[in-house]
């Protein structure tokens, strides 16, 4: 079974840095399609970043120019670099793995990041 395990979550101070690594195990990793999610409380899951197996990225418009999805498919892992925080960017971050043939999703158990003001 496919897992997912991110890290990297904490406390920061806006306009700091955080960046979050997702290490995926028992997957073929470079055939999967890679993305990062959040949810603050009270709100609906949201996505972040997505990056697809080729390499191509696409962000959420409250994020773009701050956040950079990347991955390393030698090593099974995708990161989120997130600079310039804001408390609006408080959330759980998830990562998730979608196969590019089959659709079958899989989500990691999430990661807090609190940005204080």
């Known amino acids: 079974q496919v897992q997912l395990v991110e890290s990297g979550g904490g406390l920061v101070q806006a306009g700091g840095s955080l960046r979050l690594s997702c290490a995926a195990s028992?997957?073929?990793?470079?055939?999967?399609?890679m993305s990062w999610y959040r949810q603050a409380p009270g709100k609906q899951r949201e996505l972040v970043a997505a990056?697809?197996?080729?390499?191509?990225?696409n962000y959420a418009d409250s994020v773009k120019g701050r956040f950079t999805i990347s991955r390393d498919n030698a090593k099974n892992m995708v990161y989120l670099q997130m600079n310039s925080l804001k408390p609006e960017d408080t959330a759980v971050y998830f990562c998730?793995?979608?196969?590019?043939?089959?659709?079958?999703?899989?989500w990691g158990q999430g990661t807090q990041v609190t940005v204080s003001s």
């Open positions: 998730r793995s979608s196969h590019v043939v089959t659709g079958r999703t899989t």
């Open positions: 028992r997957i073929i990793f470079s055939i999967n399609a």
């Open positions: 990056i697809t197996s080729g390499g191509s990225t």
